[in-house]
T-cell receptor, first 112, second 112 residues
């Protein structure tokens, strides 16, 4: 069974800092990996989706990388802002499977 | 923009009650999903549906059933609510089964 781990569980950084969030998964036979953002008490918003054949995806200040062979993905946030404060979740879809396997998230706080 | 709505943001029910959670999407998506989210456990898939009247069990279907009579609507049913079903319930939809999922705002259910 696919297990997805996100470390650290919480992270605080000063505004303007660049930061990296980590996601690791146990089964490298994945179809794609998705990063989500969740604000307190709210649903999930999709940020980036990386197909297994891709190495990275970028959207604005966000860059997600994927290293399938080592079972790792990172989400890089440039020039962090207080509005980036949220919980960031990664989710992996195994090849041939219909469901996503989620990590438990990293709660990010950007301090003004 | 894709919009996924859930009928209630907060619900309080008694043990043994039958509970209906409704989800509606407006983008003609084939696939719809129900997850529950619990602290330390992340999101776990309860059921998903890939077409009207079609459903498949996810990782934790026990104690739940679903109904999809129309393409845009996917209902989660707790036949006899129990306290261990107190949780945040999230609905999602996607056009293709292995592509980006779009989430609703969630329903926080408390079973007393």
């Amino acid at each position: 069974k696919q297990e997805v781990t996100q470390i650290p569980a919480a992270l605080s950084v000063p505004e303007g800092e660049n930061l990296v969030l980590n996601c690791s998964f146990t089964d490298s036979a994945i179809y794609n990996l998705q990063w989500f953002r969740q604000d307190p008490g709210k649903g999930l918003t999709s940020l980036l989706l990386i197909q297994s054949s891709q190495r990275e995806q970028t959207s604005g200040r966000l860059n997600a990388s994927l290293d399938k062979s080592s079972g790792r993905s990172t989400l890089y946030i440039a020039a962090s802002q207080p509005g980036d404060s949220a919980t960031y979740l990664c989710a992996v879809r195994r090849a041939g499977a219909n469901n996503l396997f989620f990590g438990t998230g990293t709660r990010l706080t950007v301090i003004p | 923009d894709v919009k996924v709505t859930q009928s209630s943001r907060y619900l309080v029910k008694r043990t043994g009650e039958k509970v209906f959670l409704e989800c509606v999407q407006d983008m003609d998506h084939e696939n719809m999903f129900w997850y529950r989210q619990d602290p330390g456990l992340g999101l776990r898939l309860i059921y998903f549906s890939y077409d009207v009247k079609m459903k498949e069990k996810g990782d934790i279907p026990e104690g739940y059933s679903v109904s999809r009579e129309k393409k845009e609507r996917f209902s989660l049913i707790l036949e006899s609510a129990s306290t261990n079903q107190t949780s945040m319930y999230l609905c999602a939809s996607s056009l293709f089964i292995q592509e980006t999922q779009y989430f609703g705002p969630g329903t926080r259910l408390l079973v007393l």
